[in-house]
């Protein structure tokens, strides 16, 4: 996994996820419910702005959440606690070299995470085979280049370009949604 995160590590960063998470939570968790005692692997976790939602949405199936960065662990960790969910672990590990065995889960949930990957159909190949046969896999990225800006602001859009750019520099593909 791409260890230089396009967005960066500082406080306003994950400010940004959580105000994300929560405008698009309708959107991206409408069917992000998982049956009693299933085990979910939420893979590329970050800074916790999805998790809190599936575990919430699933309050009895065991999530499993991974990231490479320790400190947005425990930012997510923080976050869970908060929350007071206990359906939830946390592990720090690179999504190219899950600590778990083949077939070890029944749902994988990814969330922008491919599009910071230089690698994203090896990722996918990688979450695969830790996926039990029937399990579902659940992926969901971004297009930047498809934004929006109304009204039309030229300023907005050599932003996006940049943050493509960027995102391509660091072995990403902000366009991949």
Request: net charge negative.
């Amino acid at each position: 996994m791409n260890k230089g995160y396009v967005h960066g590590y500082e406080d306003r960063e994950n400010i940004r996820l959580q105000d994300q998470a929560s405008t698009l939570v309708e959107l991206l968790h409408s069917d992000t419910l998982y049956p009693a005692g299933s085990r979910v692997l939420e893979a590329g976790c970050g800074v916790g702005a999805q998790t809190v939602t599936l575990a919430r949405n699933s309050p009895t199936a065991l999530i499993t959440s991974v990231d490479i960065s320790g400190a947005s662990i425990a930012e997510a960790k923080r976050k869970v606690a908060a929350e007071g969910l206990t359906n939830v672990q946390f592990q720090q590990a690179d999504i190219f070299h899950l600590p778990f065995g083949p077939e070890y889960f029944d749902h994988v949930f990814v969330c922008f995470v491919l599009e910071h990957l230089a690698q994203p159909v090896a990722a996918l190949q990688t979450l695969k085979d830790h996926l039990r046969p029937g399990g579902t896999l659940t992926v969901i990225e971004g297009d930047h280049g498809s934004a929006y800006f109304h009204p039309d602001s030229e300023a907005a859009r050599r932003t996006i370009e940049c943050q493509v750019e960027l995102q391509r520099r660091a072995g990403g593909n902000a366009l991949i949604g």
